[in-house]
């Protein structure tokens, strides 16, 4: 009697099924590493303002206590630096020490794309599509109690505002085009004089840059906490 | 009783007066405020130093290039982008609420109180790839432009003071 015993064959559509789900598992796990690593780090938000300084020579500096929260990095200029870029022209010693502190968020995003031109849509142009990223700067001038000489114009209004925490005061000048455009905030005390300085930007979705109450804050708290 | 040639006298002097105080005010307030440049672009000046003041903020506002002081349709398209973001009406004129709007963003590079040499103050853009800058000098007799290398373009020479009220393209000259 001879027994026939089927070798165990493997069907062709087992084979085509399981290369399948091992081709659909790869790729969801590569989609998932690709989606995972571009997805933006973990906003932290500083404690003190002033850790975005750390390491720098703004380190010391009288400075801002708070920012707001979509405030994440601070770029510091020295005045050392300064002077290389104007040819070193005047001392060092009078020279400001600016902390740049770009905003985060869509509508603060630079949008240029190219130098401007024709290749920009007038409509997009007229409605505030093209604009830059939104900052705000801080400049202290350490030993000086001197401000800035006032502006004026039919468009700039200049005030002088209270701050509650620090109790001092602030010199506030706005180029005030219908509720857009310049702010500056300068004020001084017994440690040397200091400038704020933002746009509040119109763009086609609302509005770019801080706002007035932010500027305010910011300012109060550069005398926060000082000993 | 006053004769009626003392009443022409005094009159005439009040007059004189009244004009030298007129014109001392006018010559301080150009000197200092940096508002009162004539209209830049298709409704006034469309070469001369105050084009290139114009054209120097714009490089750092809207990434213009060149700085050359001749107007063209990229200074007015680059003019009209910076009007609309700062609210102003947006006509592609270097006017007088664009002069002032401009002279806001200067910052001083010195303390205030300390008269710094060469370049004193800095307009400056936060940008992705770092930052876009035009400086100026506030001397005694005039503004100035001084236009970075990379953006200045013959007949502008950079990283010279260049006069902002004059016609023509010319380094800044105080004794003058």
């Known amino acids: 009697m001879v027994t026939t015993i089927d070798e165990p064959r493997i069907r062709p559509e087992w084979l085509l099924g399981g290369a399948v789900t091992l081709l659909g598992a790869i790729i969801i796990i590569v989609v998932t590493l690709v989606l995972g690593a571009r997805e ?35 770029v510091v200029e020295c005045p050392a630096d300064i002077s290389a870029g104007i040819g070193r022209t005047t001392a060092e010693d009078h020279l400001g020490t600016w902390i740049s502190y770009p905003l985060d968020g869509p509508e603060n995003e630079e949008t240029f794309r190219g130098g401007p031109g024709l290749a920009w849509p007038e409509e997009e142009v007229r409605a505030g599509a093209y604009h830059p990223l939104s900052a705000i700067t801080y400049v202290a001038y350490p030993g000086s109690a001197e401000l800035s000489d006032e502006l004026s114009g039919d468009n700039v209004t200049v005030e002088t505002e209270d701050l509650a925490g620090s109790g001092g005061t602030v010199r506030v ?10 702010v500056r905030l300068e004020w001084s005390d017994d440690a040397g004089s200091y400038l704020l300085l933002s746009t509040i930007g119109r763009t086609p979705t ?22 | 009783m006053p004769t009626t040639r003392t009443w022409l006298q005094a009159g005439g002097g009040t007059v004189v007066a009244a004009l030298i105080i007129a014109a001392v005010a006018q010559a301080m307030n150009s000197s200092a405020m940096w508002v009162s440049n004539d209209p830049v672009g298709e409704c006034g000046q469309t070469s001369g130093g105050a084009v290139v003041a114009a054209q120097n903020v714009l490089s750092a506002g809207t990434g213009l290039k060149p700085v050359d002081g001749l107007w063209d349709a990229e200074s ?11 609210g102003l009406p947006v006509n592609g004129c270097v006017d007088t609420g664009t002069w002032v709007t401009m002279r806001a963003l200067m910052v001083s590079l010195c303390d205030p109180e300390f008269e710094c040499r060469g370049p004193d103050h800095r307009v400056r853009y936060a940008a992705p790839d770092g930052a876009r800058e035009a400086y100026f000098a506030d001397n005694d007799c005039d503004w100035g432009s001084y236009v970075l290398p990379g953006v200045a373009r013959s007949p502008v020479p950079s990283n010279k003071v260049m006069a902002l009220s004059r016609d023509a393209v010319t ?3 105080c004794e003058g």
Request: net charge negative; proline share 7%; with cysteine.
């Open chain 1, 40 to 74: 933006d780090a973990p906003v932290i938000t500083p404690v003190d303002a002033t850790e975005l300084t750390v390491g720098t020579c703004a380190e010391d500096l009288r400075q801002p206590h708070w920012v707001p929260k979509t405030i994440t990095r601070a």
């Open chain 1, 173 to 182: 000048t706005r180029v005030d085009n219908n509720g857009f455009g310049p």
């Open chain 2, 171 to 173: 380094e800044i000259e």
């Open chain 2, 76 to 86: 007015e398209v680059a003019t009209k982008a910076f009007q609309a973001y700062n």
């Open chain 1, 206 to 227: 609302g509005n770019a840059g801080p706002t007035m109450a932010e500027l305010l804050r910011i300012a109060d708290s550069v005398a926060a906490d000082d000993e």
